[in-house]
């Protein structure tokens, strides 16, 4: 079983910036993708951005690439999402996930991966 923590959620001004983070329990798998999902109310949840651990390639929604940055930490336990130039439209509960399936490519449909944070929630004014 592996937990996903996290944290960084918060109310930002339109314009202004976020770091998210999220911690995984454990790391003893050799090939994984970590990703970013968000869900605003009355909307289904959608990719944000992931990346491929082994390789460190990233992707992006269209929604958000050139203004967000998916990165890894340095004891490989950590992912973060940093998130510029926000807008109202960016609000949403964002959740961390795990993908365990060792494709070695970034798959951007929520329900391929295996596990998930509770969310933290991103709300930016206008």
């Known amino acids: 079983q592996v937990q996903l923590a996290e944290s960084g959620g918060g109310l930002v001004q339109a314009g202004g910036s976020l770091r998210l983070s999220c911690t995984m329990s454990?790391?003893?798998?050799?090939?994984?993708?970590m990703g970013w999902f968000r869900q605003a109310p009355g909307k289904e949840r959608e990719f944000v951005a992931a990346?491929?651990?082994?390789?460190?390639?990233?992707d992006y929604a269209d929604s958000v690439r050139g203004r967000f940055t998916i990165s890894r930490g340095n004891a490989k336990s950590t992912v973060y999402l940093q998130m510029n130039s926000l807008k109202p439209e960016d609000t949403a509960v964002y959740y961390c996930?795990?993908?365990?399936?060792?494709?070695?490519?970034?798959?951007?449909?929520?329900?391929?991966?295996?596990?998930w944070g509770q969310g933290t929630q991103v709300t930016v004014s206008s």
């Open positions: 454990r790391r003893t798998f050799s090939s994984y993708v």
């Open positions: 990346i491929n651990w082994s390789g460190g390639s990233t």
């Open positions: 996930a795990l993908d365990l399936s060792g494709l070695g490519y970034i798959v951007v449909q929520a329900y391929k991966y295996d596990y």
